[in-house]
Structures are given as structure tokens and as C-alpha cells.
């Protein structure tokens, strides 16, 4: 199992912020979407919010590659057209590469 941990902001409006959350209730969210994630061998993924920083977790198998995802996505039309509609409420981090979403981060410690 690998663990994926990665960041990003949403725009700092809470009338973006409330409607992203309501985008990412269980009874709004796509099947293909959630489909897209189980298919890449991502057993578990979990996004938390402070102020208009998100974070997410992800748990995948070993097979996990983040370069095969991207790949698979960019071939997603309805992928495509969810990033599309999350644009709409994220931005990069002042420090993400140019077209860059979600950073992952660096672990620094551990217990």
C-alpha cells in the first residue's frame, strides 16, 4: 500500500467554498468519477478542509502510478468535464509548476 498525501487551495469566497462541499456530498457526486478513482487502484481517498486549504489523503495499491492516472484521465471526457467544474472553486498553490492542481506533499515526520 502506498499513501499519497496532497494539497491544494480553494478561493478564498465562502459562497465557493459552501458549493464546492456540496459538490463533494455522496448524493452529488458522479459514479464515473468515483469509477475513475476505484479503477486506478486508489483503495481510499479523503479530502479536509481548513479556511480555503484543502487536503487530501489518498491509500493505494502498490500498482498506483500518478503518471497512469493523469493518462487515463486526460482520455476521461466526464473526468475532463469535473475538472472543468472544480476549476471553478480551486487555485494552485503560489508554489505548484505551471498547470499544476493538487501538490503532493512531504512527509516530515512520523511517530
Known sequence: MKRYCLALDLKDDPHLIAEYERWHKAENSWP??????????????????????LFMIMETSDQYEPQKKAAMDALNPRVQE????????QQPLPWAKEGEKWVVMEQIFQL
Open 82 to 89: 469535473w475538472e472543468q467544474l472544480m476549476w471553478i472553486f
Open 32 to 53: 464515473e468519477i468515483r469509477k475513475s478513482i476505484v479503477d486506478a487502484e486508489i483503495w481510499d481517498m479523503q479530502i479536509y478542509r481548513t479556511g480555503n486549504r
